[in-house]
């Protein structure tokens, strides 16, 4: 199978991967008519499509690689999830458009570019952290993203409920898609490929698990959407490095993830009664630990294996690098946008009367 047949293939499993998105993440965003919450779903994403189509093909006008396209569909995931604490507190349509869009030039787009090591070789600052999948401009940016955007509080409008069938079959074609995605990113079909599908299904189980567990010690309960951020986190956890780790690994990095992410999560929704905190500790939380235990537990090139400090090093520095940054962007973009549509209602309230 060619490159540009892997390619094909990887853009369809992250196209699946974001319409499961929006509908597992559907109790997350506001109450509104199914058409129009999935035409704004779409929209958002499109924002970072488009970022990246204008933004990296004046910075790599020479690229012509099967990868370019998936890292642009990819691009659509991270500007979905980075516009849903947006859309939950009250942000319009235009504002979260707007956001999606500055957030993906700023944020996405350079951090995609530096990711992905077949564009550029290394990071300004000479380090060059590990990133199979791309969760460091996905699921840390994009949950550092809703971390800026909730620690700047806001109105809270009333979630949306999703039936059990639908969150059902959200997550089966969240970890399909997925999972897929996680051997296509090695655009090719190799001896590595099943290493990488299993890698992909036990962190998604370890990180279930690993929700699992810590949740039934602090509730007593397990529903279907504790069921799904574990396996979400766990899959996030193994984004960076399928490829790299060993199937103990990759379910041990799930399990970590899961529970830390679970602890985090249960933690701040039940102080907040946010759902969105979800965003944060799914991809956030859980991102940051799968990008810094490769460090550990690479395959012959982790801390475990070598003894050296140098890859989990750049691991922590680029994952601290890509969270504050997307933070600090998001927090801006979002009291500037926030304070801009509070002006314009005032004056179209005050020529109104």
Known sequence: MGNWEVSVGSMLAIVLILVSLTVVDARMLPVAPWVRSVLLSLACAGTGIVSWLMLASVLLPDVTEPLFLPVAVLGGVASYLATIAVRSAGGGVVVTLVFGLLWSLLVYVPTAIRSFSSFVPSWSM???????????????????????????????????????????????????????????????????????????????????????????????????????????????????????????????????????????????????????????GTHLVAGAVGVVLLGLLATNMGFAFTGSVALIQAQIVGTIVVAAYSTVVSVVLWLALRSFASMVRRRRVASLT
């Open 126 to 280: 000479g380090i060059l952290p590990i990133d199979h999948g791309g969760s460091l401009p996905v699921n840390v940016a994009a949950g550092a993203a809703a971390l800026g955007v909730l620690i700047c509080g806001g109105s809270r409008v009333k979630t949306a409920t999703i039936t059990r069938t639908t969150g059902l079959l959200g997550v089966i074609g969240l970890c399909s898609g997925w999972i897929v995605w996680l051997a296509g990113a090695e655009f090719a079909v190799d001896d590595v490929s099943p290493s990488i599908l299993v890698n992909g299904v036990v962190g998604a189980v370890g990180g279930m698990v690993g929700w699992l567990v810590v949740q039934r010690i602090r509730h007593r309960s397990v529903t279907l959407n504790s069921v799904a951020a574990g396996l979400v986190s766990g899959l996030v956890a193994v984004t960076a490095g399928a490829p790299l780790f060993t199937p103990v690994s990759a379910a041990a990095s799930g399990v970590l993830a899961g529970a830390a992410a679970c602890v985090f999560t249960l933690s701040r929704v039940g102080k907040s009664r946010r759902q969105q905190w979800y965003v944060v």
